[in-house]
């Protein structure tokens, strides 16, 4: 089975060919770093032009890196939802044009669902496991128990952790995008221990009772320091050693919420493998902590490569191929969805848990 993915979901542009022998037979990315590196962020007008000026080609670059035409593929699926509903809608009618044209199957992709079923394709990881799924724009701990079917144990209740990062990297004046820019300041720090002395930054909820995480507290901490810190130009050092102290922070934060969670799944699901996907799974200091944590629990690790944790569309494409074998096939007049949460029936949280 060969199904072509495509997502445009946010800033970047992908088409991929996957195969269902967990074969990645082309995959292509466009960034759009300098569309929107001027202003600090994603321009959701600004990022669907790029999609409708770019996504053709990729499509023919999938195409001709796998050595296939049209009339190889078994489906053609297409990222959805949820995100920036202007570019969702570039793809989505890509794809269900190619689907049409060529009388194939047309999938509807949950952008979150490929992101929580990456680990499948890379790892071969089976159902049930213990899912942080970390972005820009989400920030949740799930159970995956089969393809579609996802039990949400915890939300953040404001920023995203991803957004976190982005923030605070912009307040230090650090180049979009943020969160990377921001690891390497933080590889940079000489004296860790001194670092995290010297920037006491909290850790809210932990300590607390559930799995939901908060992290508005930490990003307004992070402000009030860089204004503490001389005006100017900040220094180079100061910059390293807060992004450092903002890392571990992070990490414990992270750590904390996902302990009450691996005793609430341990306790319905038995022992099984502890995964970290999304955008913000790259970062190695986070990546680092939860692989401590699943060792101390006795649990597997798994984190896809790096280059499948930020958006691509190889996760979509296989996507596609899982819910196409489950006999999953969508209709062309299927509607595009800027929210989409995996667990509908979860229980509504307050700020932004109403959306997750």
């Known amino acids: 089975m060969i199904v072509l993915g495509i997502e445009t979901s946010c800033d970047e542009t992908a088409a991929a060919i996957v195969c269902s022998e967990r074969g990645i037979l082309s995959n292509?990315?466009?960034?759009?770093?300098?569309?929107?590196?001027a202003f600090g962020g994603v321009v959701p007008e600004i990022a669907a032009r790029a999609h409708l000026d770019h996504l053709d080609t990729l499509i023919q670059a999938a195409l001709?890196?796998?050595?296939?035409?049209?009339?190889?593929?078994?489906?053609?699926?297409?990222?959805?939802?949820?995100?920036?509903i202007g570019g969702v809608m570039v793809g989505m009618m890509a794809g269900k044009a190619i689907a049409a044209a060529r009388g194939l199957p047309f999938i509807s992709v949950n952008h979150l669902e490929a992101h929580v079923l990456t680990p499948r394709l890379t790892?071969?990881?089976?159902?049930?496991?213990?899912i942080l799924l970390v972005s820009g724009g989400h920030t949740q701990i799930l159970v995956a128990e089969d393809v579609g079917i996802y039990k949400r144990m915890g939300t953040t209740l404001d920023d995203a952790l991803g957004e976190c990062f982005d923030k605070s990297a912009k307040l230090m004046g650090l180049p979009y995008p943020g969160g990377p820019n921001l690891e390497k300041m933080a590889a940079g720090c000489k004296d860790p221990s001194a670092a995290i002395g010297k920037y006491n930054l909290p850790a809210p909820m932990v300590g607390r009772a559930g799995c939901d995480f908060s992290f508005s507290g930490l990003k307004t901490a992070m402000r009030q320091y860089v204004e503490k810190l001389p005006p100017g130009?900040?220094?180079?050092?100061?910059?390293?050693?807060?992004?450092?102290?903002?890392?571990q922070k992070a990490s414990r934060i992270v750590s904390d919420r996902l302990k009450h969670a691996i005793i609430d799944f341990k306790k319905?699901?038995?022992n099984g493998p502890l995964v970290i996907s999304g955008g913000v799974a790259a970062n190695k200091a986070l990546r680092s902590a939860l692989k401590s944590l699943a060792n101390q629990e006795d649990m597997e690790f798994v984190a896809?490569?790096?280059?499948?944790?930020?958006?691509?569309?190889?996760?979509?494409?296989?996507?596609?191929?899982?819910?196409?074998?489950?006999?999953?096939?969508?209709?062309?007049?299927?509607?595009?969805?800027?929210?989409?949460?995996l667990d509908p029936g979860a229980e509504k949280k307050i700020g932004a848990g109403v959306k997750a």
């Open 304 to 341: 896809p490569p790096l280059g499948l944790c930020s958006d691509n569309g190889a996760m979509i494409a296989w996507t596609g191929i899982e819910k196409l074998k489950a006999g999953h096939v969508d209709s062309l007049d299927c509607a595009a969805r800027p929210r989409w949460p």
């Open 268 to 270: 319905s699901y038995g």
């Open 64 to 84: 001709m890196d796998a050595e296939l035409s049209f009339d190889d593929l078994d489906g053609v699926a297409a990222t959805t939802g949820p995100g920036l």
């Open 123 to 130: 790892d071969k990881t089976a159902f049930p496991y213990l």
């Open 233 to 247: 130009d900040l220094i180079p050092e100061d910059i390293a050693d807060l992004s450092y102290a903002f890392e």
């Open 28 to 37: 292509h990315v466009l960034s759009q770093l300098k569309e929107h590196e």
